[in-house]
């Protein structure tokens, strides 16, 4: 089996190609190695694989088209997993063009390939961000999603929309994962345990958001590697009795499928603060401030739908996680 997963550098990429090498499976990885955070990080999550022989690493940006053409014609790969994006909320105010390149231009790149080369299954990722506006809690894949307060959500959102039109055009099966909010080792330094542990075992204060009012789905990065993995060998099938108005949002007649993955179990900021806290033996230095533009005060997964799939629902205690990213933390920076 010949996989091809962008975003190979990044957070989440990472672990998916080192877990599908453990499988015995031949892994293409790209990336770009942007400077939107610290590119070494990113070198230093690929050198802990790039060496296997089941490996290739080919440095290109997603929104190169020519490129990813070539990319799709010598690869011939079978399944697609497709991680690669600008990420982050707040950056999306002050960069939005860098939204559209690798966003909307990647991943209609990512489509023409999976088209060109009759790919087996994409899976792509989505994000718990398209809920916007939404107040119903839990968010459940069945709900409209049509206030966005960011333009990263808005393309996410897009990517879901373009998917859903090559899934009915061209046949091309396609399933969406909502992530929300994932965390843990070799993690993301604009995300705010990477900032909130770097702050705190520095003596600094932390920004507090929303006065510690916010909440959060968080979601171990373990648990979203096994969701991946299994929903990867999982196609979503044509449907020809769904109609609009008896079938799911979350599906179609064609073979297209949204799914959230999540913990399902919110926690206050001040909780996530309390966990660095007693992960690392310091108190935080808390600095509160109003919620910023483009966040939503709470993200609540319904997984229902995806357990039912799968036959697995991530559960990792915060406190948990918390503790294996900050020894992760102080072992990688060698902060003591």
């Not at 991943?107 to 809920?131: D, F, T």
Request: hydrophobic share 40%; glycine share 8%.
């Amino acid at each position: 089996m010949k996989l091809l997963v962008t975003g190979a550098a990044g957070f989440i990429g990472a672990h998916v190609c080192q877990r599908l090498l453990q499988m015995g499976m031949e892994v293409t990885g790209v990336d770009n190695l942007n400077s939107y955070y610290d590119p070494q990080l990113k070198r230093n999550r690929l050198a802990l694989f790039s060496a296997h022989a089941r490996f290739q690493f080919v440095e290109l940006d997603i929104a190169d088209r020519v490129g990813m053409a070539a990319l799709f014609a010598q690869g011939q790969f079978d399944r697609v997993i497709h991680l690669a994006a600008q990420a982050g909320v707040r950056y999306s105010l002050e960069n939005p063009m860098a939204y559209a390149d690798s966003n909307l231009i990647g991943h209609l790149n990512v489509l023409e390939g999976c088209r060109q080369h009759r790919v087996q299954h994409l899976v792509y990722a989505s994000s718990s961000s398209v809920y916007g506006l939404n107040k119903k809690m839990p968010f459940s894949p069945e709900d409209g999603v049509d206030h966005p307060v960011s333009l990263y959500a808005a393309t996410k959102k897009a990517n879901e929309l373009m998917s859903h039109s090559y899934s009915h055009l061209y046949g091309i099966p396609t399933t969406g994962l909502r992530f929300f909010t994932v965390y843990g080792p070799w993690g993301r330094p604009d995300m705010a345990l990477f900032l909130f542990t770097k702050a705190i075992l520095n003596g600094e204060p932390i920004k507090v958001f929303n006065y510690g009012k916010m909440k959060r789905d968080f979601t171990y990065i373990d648990d979203i590697v096994e969701g991946i993995i299994r929903i990867q060998a999982k196609a979503p099938q044509t449907k020809p009795d769904w109609s609009d108005t008896a079938g799911a949002r979350s599906e179609s007649s064609a073979p297209y499928k949204l799914f959230n993955i999540g913990n399902s179990q919110p926690v206050e900021l001040e909780r996530l603060i309390c966990a660095i806290e007693a992960a690392t033996g310091k108190k935080a230095i808390r600095d509160y401030q109003p919620i910023q533009p483009g966040d939503v005060e709470a993200t609540f997964a319904d997984v229902e739908d995806f357990e039912r799939q799968i036959d697995f629902v991530p559960a990792t205690p915060i406190e948990q996680g918390v503790q294996s990213f900050v020894d992760w933390y102080r072992a990688y920076y060698q902060n003591e």
